[in-house]
């Protein structure tokens, strides 16, 4: 989906709640990349690495994340979605200062 912005598109990408065994994550999609954040287990190194993953992204244009609503969702998914909500936020904001400091990459 595309959003546009000043001219620009902004790209919203696809966000869901995912399992593995006990673990469970919280599944970024762009494009055919998947990045997933535990939501579960406490991972910090992991979350390090999606976050330079989401930087080298947001130097090709900006991009925000959607999750599905679901009427039933339980803890997990509502934790999902609030993480969803202030990544997008922090997303709005790095963008905003890598462009700035003029660090986004030229079409």
Known sequence: MHLEKGGKYMETHEAI???DGSEQFLSLKIDDFVLN???TGDEP???KNV???LIKHLKK???NFSIAEKEDG???YEVAKEYIK???KELKEVYQELEEYQLLEQD
């Open 17 to 19: 709640v995912t399992v």
């Open 37 to 39: 954040l535990p939501l």
């Open 45 to 47: 190194n992991e979350i």
């Open 51 to 53: 976050f330079n993953e």
């Open 61 to 63: 244009g900006a991009f």
């Open 74 to 76: 339980d803890l997990i």
């Open 86 to 88: 202030q990544l997008n």
